[in-house]
């Protein structure tokens, strides 16, 4: 199974600020890495898909990149909605693995 | 609107089964693969099962294979678990989840879970 770590396990950022999240996958899957977001008693929300394509109706300030091995998700401009769980997940083959996620304190 | 409706949650004993189901809506069910993905009290998210849209292609994340049967009936617009021999570990909300078009494990639609209790 590919495995997918993020870093890092939390973080704690101000309105306003930039922030990124860094996944990497045990072994190469070109561009099939997805983010979401995840708050407590909801669902998750898909943000990026395919590495870097922003998910409809996703505010810009959220953008991904990488490919291989290596990806990230930057947030800038912070705002107090984007508080919650990131995770990283790799659909380049099954088992569809996760990170373990990154929590974001605001 | 796409709508996904998960059921079929409770409190089981360890060995025993549930099975639960996904009612899904606003969208043509039978074109697109669905998936059940979990997250136990506490933890990350966990991918458990994914069938293609005709049954033809099952896959089970390792931790469930053998146990679990995920299924689908297109004329119902239903997707499945039937989850057998639960374990305490089992203990997890658990959401089915629609892919996006072309982007085969990108899960862009998602339940509000259903929440599976594996305790004696």
């Known amino acids: 199974d590919i495995q997918m770590t993020q870093s890092p396990s939390s973080l704690a950022a101000s309105v306003g600020d930039r922030v990124s999240i860094t996944c990497r996958a045990s072994q190469t899957i070109g561009t099939y890495l997805n983010w979401y977001h995840l708050k407590p008693g909801k669902a998750p929300k898909l943000l990026i898909f395919t590495a870097s394509d922003l998910e409809t109706g996703v505010p810009t300030r959220f953008s991904g990149a990488g490919s291989g091995t290596t990806f990230t998700l930057t947030v800038s401009n912070l705002q107090p909605e984007d508080f919650g769980t990131y995770y990283c997940q790799q659909s380049s083959r099954t088992p569809y693995t996760f990170g373990q996620g990154t929590k974001v304190e605001i | 609107e796409v709508h996904l409706v998960e059921s079929g949650g409770g409190l089981v004993q360890p060995g025993r089964s549930l099975r639960l189901s996904c009612a899904a809506s606003g969208f043509t069910f039978d074109n697109y693969a669905m998936h059940w993905v979990r997250q136990a009290p506490g933890k990350g998210l966990e991918w458990v099962s994914g069938?293609?849209?005709?049954?033809?292609?099952?896959d089970y994340g390792d931790s469930v294979k053998g146990r679990f049967i995920i299924s689908r009936d297109n004329a119902k617009n239903s997707l499945y678990l039937q989850m057998n021999g639960l374990k305490i570990e089992d203990t997890a909300l658990y959401f089915c989840?629609?892919?996006?078009?072309?982007?085969?494990?990108?899960?862009?639609?998602w339940g509000q879970g259903t929440l599976v209790i594996v305790s004696s």
């Open positions: 989840a629609k892919p996006r078009t072309a982007a085969p494990g990108s899960l862009d639609a």
């Open positions: 069938i293609s849209w005709k049954s033809g292609n099952i």
